[in-house]
């Protein structure tokens, strides 16, 4: 009879994990961190990323027991975290067997835990017991899973970019010498056999200099030219994904997937600090999600689907260091959101996809800035119509099509993108040339919302 009912578990979390499949066509995780005193209990966050947002999994940086309860049986994906100071004990197989059978077991299938990461960032730590029983620990914890009948649940360990030593050009990508052929080869082998995937934090954020901020932002650039390949990479975060696949593929092991497990942009920081804000941080990540949807890969990995984690799913008061740290979130501890991603669902009922505000009259419309170029005004049209904007009004026929120039369409998409994009005044930035106004710019049949 025990025999049965697990079976059954096992069926029933196979076919829940066919329908998610058929559903997502992309997969957007969050990290849920819980460094605050003023954060919602579990189980409204998970309501809450069920119902309202298109997140479909989380990592979370422990085995919180609360939060694996709150997430049975919702559907989303649950990433769990060995902490760091456990992984030499981990090494050993009974240690690892009694870490499953208190932390895994319990709440799986109804939980649906994916993948255990071991530790976080331990290459960056320098801590020689953690770096050598690392591979050893993934590779115990894999085997005690398997003996306890887990069969579904991957193991890896997520990675700084410092873990390179060559990231530029993206194709020169380089592992660490003397972890290269000690750490990550034996990993990668692991990984391999296991078939769970490689985990890297690229963060351009770290990468920011006033000189590459468009690069860094996924911002109109003249870009960085790999002069072994002939590409021209147009954001840092492409490059920094290539140049780890690189790595990962001088060592023989080009095959092994990528998840990206953290990434993100805070939107609060110290004064004196140009990299961060909240148009920079909504800009990011909303780019990043509309990337993520599309699949297009890199330039290295072209039509490569990225499981991708952002950083972080609430501000978190409590979070020692600078202001950023306090300031990675989507969202506010009630919920509303920090700034618009593209996260949200729509607010009809079985709707989905990003959130787009419906349209009401407002008071401040959004407009070209005078002496913009006409070549700077189409790439503003070009960027908003790509992004959600109706623009078939200024199109031939349409309501706003005359008169037939390139400021007078500009402006209609510009206000309309500004509009359907959460009405904050970085929306109406489009890289310094866009104007908020209380004079309606409405004329003729052509009506501004």
């Known amino acids: 009879m025990v025999a049965k009912t697990k079976l059954f578990h096992h069926l029933l979390l196979l076919v829940s994990s066919l329908l998610h499949l058929s559903t997502t066509t992309f997969a957007i995780g969050v990290n849920y961190g819980t460094q605050g005193n ?56 009974n240690s690892a067997r009694g870490w499953v059978a208190a932390n895994i077991a319990p709440f799986h299938p109804q939980t649906r835990i994916n993948r255990i990461v071991v530790g976080n960032e331990i290459m960056a730590t320098a801590n020689k017991p953690w770096i050598s029983n690392l591979v050893p620990a993934m590779r115990t914890i894999h085997k005690a899973l398997v003996l306890a009948g887990i069969t579904n649940v991957q193991v890896t360990t997520p990675h700084s970019l410092g873990i390179l030593s060559i990231s530029e050009p993206p194709s020169a990508g380089q592992f660490r010498r003397g972890f290269d052929r000690a750490i990550f080869a034996p990993m990668l082998q692991f990984l391999r056999e296991t078939k769970s995937p490689f985990m890297v934090n690229p963060y351009p954020y770290f990468g920011y200099s ?75 990540n909303g780019n990043l999600v509309r990337r993520t949807s599309q699949g297009k890969g890199t330039p290295l990995m072209p039509n490569r689907r990225f499981e991708t984690y952002l950083f972080s799913l609430f ?135």
């Not at 309309?416 to 908020?436: E, I, K």
Request: include cysteine; glycine fraction near 10%.
């Open 210 to 284: 006033p000189n590459m901020a468009n690069y860094a932002l996924f911002k109109r650039n003249r870009g960085v030219h790999d002069k072994y390949t002939g590409i021209t990479y147009t954001n840092m975060y492409d490059a920094m994904l290539d140049a780890t696949y690189s790595a990962m593929r001088k060592l023989g092991y080009g095959d092994v997937g990528i998840v990206v497990g953290e990434t993100g942009w805070p939107s609060v920081c110290d004064p004196g600090q140009p990299a961060c804000s909240m148009e920079n941080a909504a800009w990011f």
């Open 38 to 93: 003023n954060l919602p209990p579990p189980s409204q966050v998970a309501n809450f990323i069920k119902t309202q947002t298109i997140i479909d999994s989380i990592k979370i940086f422990d085995t919180n027991h609360d939060i694996l309860n709150a997430f049975a049986n919702s559907g989303i994906a649950v990433t769990v975290t060995v902490g760091n100071g456990d992984i030499p004990s981990l090494a050993n197989l």
């Open 315 to 449: 501000n978190e008061n409590l979070k020692p260091g600078p202001t950023a740290e306090r300031n990675w979130g989507l969202f506010r501890p009630d919920f509303s959101p920090v700034y618009d991603a593209g996260i949200l669902r729509k607010a009809q009922s079985g709707g989905g996809g990003r959130q787009r505000p419906r349209p009401t009259p407002g008071s401040q419309w959004c407009v070209p800035k005078p002496g913009v170029s006409d070549q700077a005004l189409q790439a503003n049209i070009d960027y908003a119509c790509s992004n959600g904007v109706d623009c078939k009004p200024i199109q031939l026929g349409g309501a706003c099509f005359n008169p037939n120039n390139v400021r007078s369409h500009a402006s209609y998409v510009m206000n309309l993108f500004y509009q359907t994009h959460g009405r904050q005044a970085f929306n109406c930035d489009f890289s310094n040339t866009g104007v908020l106004t209380a004079a309606n710019p409405s004329h003729g049949t052509c009506r501004y919302i």
